[in-house]
């Protein structure tokens, strides 16, 4: 039999380092194409009222929506609302042929009724609110059991009894914030005293994005002696979190951890995991498992919760008596009830 030569065997070696390369990429990628290869998914979002920068609902969104393109091949355009442009936005996302479009927010139910029709090919998602369409995937959040930790974390907090609540607008899914806050102040301390004020009324979003106006009824509230108030009210909670510290309070707020704003003043932060939705979303509709039809993020699947707590504002004791809610509220020990609508 003829001896390999040199240049024989560096041939194979090279060959089984070339195929031993190619076993181990596949085997790091789980036999998933990595995303340069994968085909471009087009996608438009809408963003809500209060826009980018809001530190709440609509940046923990685009924090879904950039995790997403990088791990998939996502191209993405992003609208931000001018005044009430909510169906002109959709309108003309809806022309530009997008795979997905994805509208933020309860403002976006009425003007997606209307284009979802106009579009009936058109595929949508809508997050934080339902719409029941053939063509629309709906995702909300049992947003209750959340509140109702920030609402015991608020009576464990306070040392006057009273505590405040702040919401954006009086609208359903802030009434049932409320809602849900209320039943966690009272189960803590039956004998609390509420007190109440929102930045707009019935169907007036721009109540969430009133800075100054969050300021002035913050204020009002701590003066009429609550310590702890729970601001629902997206970039309008910028001004309960100077109110808090101008008055040497305490505030609770919603969407993402906020407490980097303010570490003295904001206690902890109700999180409703904008980012897993959006990013829940966008992964189903790259494995073409994307379904119309409505579902619920709650606190077993990551979708509400508490940003983590911790000193100056909150004891180890306090901790563990959340910690200990938390798990009632996640095995059934504790439930929260629903508010009931006309």
Known sequence: MQQLGRRGWLAILLTLFGVGLVVFVGLQLGGRTPPAQQQVISVGVAIGRGGLGDRSFNDSANEGLIKAQ???????????????QQEANLRTLSGEGHNLIIALGQEYVEP???IAQEFPNQRFA????EVDAPNITSVTFRELEGDFLAGALSALLSETGTVGFLGGASIPIIQR??????????YINPDARIVRDFAGDEGDFSGFAKPELGLELSNRMYQQGADVIY???????LGAIEAANLNGKIVITTGSDQRFLSPDAVATSRTKN??????????????????????????????VGLAPLGEPLVSAEIIEQIEQIRRQLQDGTITVDELAFN
């Open 70 to 84: 990088q791990e998939f091949n996502i191209r993405s355009r992003l609208l931000e609302l001018e005044r009430d």
């Open 112 to 114: 997606l009724k209307t």
């Open 126 to 129: 809508i997050i934080d609110a």
């Open 177 to 186: 914030i409320e809602h849900g806050w209320k039943q966690g102040v009272l």
């Open 231 to 237: 601001a629902a009210a997206g970039r309008t909670a």
């Open 274 to 303: 904008m980012d897993v939705a959006v990013f829940t979303v966008l992964k189903e509709l790259r494995e073409d498992t994307l379904e119309p039809g409505t579902r619920v993020l709650d606190i077993k699947t990551n979708g």
